[in-house]
């Protein structure tokens, strides 16, 4: 098939990628140029693992191009994937900007029949008001389709190509049926529904996945008041069939582009609904709490007063394999940090330059560090808040020697706790009772 896929972010660039990688023609657009000259010169602007390579292969076998002119790309399309950005509002609903200039934009170039697939995560009845708009402008017939992503950054092409599910709402068999067969070669369960049940899928499941973690933080904060040790309550829960262990994994909370915009979205849908969704509401709180739970060990740790404390970050990204910081916890931590009067040295493996373009932070009293042993150098504490291998694979008698004092902050339960005591380091874990210096 004959496919435009309008966005080149995680969901559209991974998208058009996979779809040319089983077989299909595709079109990637985007209206920034300095992006799709990048593209063209065979380098990618995010940082997802293996990626770069397939789409390399792709448009060396002629499978695969890239351009900033949507008119022309959708003429000739059979299949059009609206993959672009759904931003949140202050309000907390969703930027519905980039949806309506791209709709209109692929009404006008429309010339026969094509499906359009939604792709982008957007309220319910967000489809339907698509079929209407281009019923608006253009006489060309075309179907509205929803088929939600659930790729996750850092596994993108994995779980694209390797899908657990593939969600199609439609609201005619036509255009299930051909969706339903362009993604035959990807393996995985179909599920053909309606549209709206197709939108609340996406945010249903990131609003549940969500819970699961805010509820295991909940947990870990109990068992560091009882003695406890939530991985071992985590793992005899996980082994519940109900319950599953996935998502229990007790940390410093959720980030990322997807978990906070999609659950702060669901509560504006509920509201706008005149339901009162508390229970989403809650998880939210619970998410921004945990963060601050890495400021107060801090300060049990150092006596209370951070001023003039040289802190260490291990870890700037939402999570490992990614240089996306969007809702990072290691956002919130720092701004904290910075105004309590502690100095920053931080450190993250590829996601430093996106840190430093990041508004409201002080980054002229953060040092940004040239290794994580650069930045653990000479400092009073280290928080590691992101779990990449290096730091998880870290020598830490080497940073006991590295720091000036030896005060660790394991906001993601992932260094050796047997060495952490034999070392003798002052060692503070999530959901665990703290180690003493011997």
């Known amino acids: 098939m004959k496919i435009t896929v309008v966005g080149t972010g995680y969901v559209g660039l991974v998208s058009g990628v996979c779809f040319a990688e089983i077989g299909n023609t595709v079109i990637c657009v985007d209206k920034e140029l300095e992006k799709i000259q990048l593209l063209n010169q065979g380098t990618i602007p995010i940082f997802e693992p293996g990626l770069q390579e397939v789409m390399v292969r792709n448009v060396e076998q002629q499978r695969l191009s890239f351009t900033d002119r949507l008119g022309e790309s959708v003429k000739e399309a059979d299949i059009v994937i609206l993959a672009v950005g759904t931003p949140s509002l202050p ?11 791209a709709v209109s934009e692929i009404a006008r170039a429309i010339e026969k029949y094509t499906i359009i697939i939604v792709k982008s995560t957007v309220p319910v009845g967000t489809n339907n008001a698509i079929k209407r708009k281009i019923s ?5 017939p075309f179907d509205v389709v929803s088929v939600p992503e659930f790729l996750r950054e850092g596994s993108a092409l994995s779980d694209t190509m390797k899908p657990d599910r593939i969600i199609i709402g439609a609201d005619n068999d036509k255009a299930a049926t051909i969706v339903a067969r362009l993604h035959e070669p990807f393996n995985a369960p179909v599920m053909i ?27 870990a904060n109990i068992c560091e008041k009882v003695g406890a040790q939530v991985e071992e309550v985590a793992r005899g829960m996980g082994m519940d069939g109900r319950i599953g262990p996935q998502f229990l994994k007790a940390g410093i909370g959720y980030g990322g582009s997807c978990f906070p915009k999609d659950t702060k979205a669901l509560i504006q849908i509920a509201g706008n609904a005149e339901y009162d969704f508390k229970l989403l509401k ?44 969007r809702e990072s916890p290691a956002i919130d931590i720092a701004i904290r940090l910075l105004q309590q009067g502690a100095k920053l040295k931080v450190y993250d493996p590829v996601a430093m330059s996106k840190f430093r373009d990041l508004p409201d932070i002080e980054h002229e009293r953060i040092y940004y560090a040239h290794s994580e042993w650069d930045a653990a150098a000479d400092s009073d504490a280290l928080c590691l808040l992101t779990e990449w291998e290096i730091f998880k694979q870290a020598d830490l008698q080497k940073l006991q020697q590295t720091m000036k004092h030896s005060v660790v902050i394991d906001g993601r ?15 503070y874990p999530i959901g665990r009772p703290p180690l003493s210096i011997n």
Do not use: C
């Open 136 to 140: 608006e402008e253009t006489k060309q």
């Open 413 to 427: 339960n992932v260094l050796d706790i047997d060495q952490i005591r034999q070392l003798g380091i002052l060692y």
């Open 282 to 325: 809650s998880v939210v709180e619970v998410n921004q709490m945990q963060r601050q739970a890495v400021i107060t060990k801090l300060e049990q740790a150092l006596a209370g007063d951070l001023s003039g404390k040289t802190i260490a970050l291990w870890g700037l990204a939402f999570k490992p394999n990614t240089d996306d910081v």
């Open 193 to 219: 529904t309606d549209l709206h049940s197709a939108e609340m899928i996406k945010y249903a499941s990131n609003a549940f996945l969500a819970t699961k973690i805010s509820f295991i933080n909940e947990i």
């Open 91 to 101: 309000s907390g609903g969703v930027d519905m900007r980039a949806i309506d200039a």
